[in-house]
């Protein structure tokens, strides 16, 4: 079973829309605070953003690149985290990874919330191409 | 935003050898580094949180050290399956940021 699923990638202008989504599927993912990562072609990882959980607040924190065109959301009823990217810039293109730290959807991490920015679980990417 | 500046940014190695790797703060992170492999084509995977914590099924080659801003990642013996991209993070401080990766390539 794959824990993370991520679909919606695809070919956009620039100046256009796109929502990816991720299926999570094998631990606790109303626990989850969940990540969004990308990695442009050829080039290393960049942070994109996160959505905290409900019971912690369900707030959104964003990259400086993307802020105020991207927004992340989630559906704890269907285990599914969302990347709502408006506004599309050439540079967006990447392959966009959802990621989360497992151990904290099982035991709580309130103590100590930066272990939610490391990252265990990993889907295997979709691919947002903006040309 | 904390800077995270990898050396080297390539090397290369031959199976059986030591290699290690080096990731430096921009500024103090205390203990909260980790490092991931990448192969091409696939997701990163966690190896080290806590700047020297195993996570759980990582072969004890890999071993990290650090606090602060200098931290390292060591493959005690290479093996043929280690040949990859290594990156670290901070999670210290938003953003968390990445150094720019370091290829292990077979001499």
């Known amino acids: 079973e794959v824990p993370l699923v991520e679909s919606g990638g695809g070919l956009v202008k620039p100046g256009g829309s796109l929502r990816l989504s991720c299926g999570a599927s094998?631990?606790?993912?109303?626990?989850?605070?969940m990540t969004w990562v990308r990695q442009a072609p050829g080039k290393g990882l960049e942070w994109v953003g996160r959505?905290?959980?409900?019971?912690?607040?369900?707030?959104?924190d964003y990259a400086v690149p993307v802020r105020g065109r991207f927004t992340i959301s989630r559906d704890d009823s269907k285990n599914t985290v969302y990347l709502q990217m408006n506004s599309l810039k050439i540079e967006d293109t990447a392959v966009y990874y959802c990621?989360?730290?497992?151990?904290?959807?099982?035991?709580?991490?309130?103590?100590?919330?930066?272990?939610?920015?490391?990252?265990?679980?990993w889907g295997t990417g979709t691919t947002v191409t903006v040309s | 935003d904390i800077q995270m500046t990898q050396s080297p940014s390539s090397v290369s190695a031959s199976v059986g050898d030591r290699v290690t790797i080096t990731c430096r703060a921009s500024?103090?992170?205390?203990?909260?580094l980790a490092w991931y492999q990448q192969k091409p084509g696939k997701a990163p995977e966690l190896l080290i949180y806590?700047?020297?914590s195993l996570r759980t099924g990582v072969s004890s080659r890999f071993s990290g050290s650090g606090s602060g801003t200098d931290f390292t990642l060591t493959i005690s013996s290479l093996q043929p399956e280690d040949f990859a991209t290594y990156f670290c993070?901070?999670?210290?401080?938003?953003?968390?940021?990445f150094g720019q990766g370091t290829r292990l390539e077979i001499k």
């Open positions: 990621t989360t730290y497992r151990s904290c959807s099982s035991t709580s991490c309130s103590q100590l919330p930066r272990l939610h920015d490391y990252m265990d679980v």
């Open positions: 094998g631990f606790s993912f109303s626990n989850a605070w």
């Open positions: 959505i905290k959980s409900r019971s912690d607040g369900g707030t959104g």
């Open positions: 500024q103090g992170i205390s203990s909260w």
């Open positions: 806590a700047a020297s």
């Open positions: 993070q901070q999670v210290f401080s938003l953003p968390p940021t």
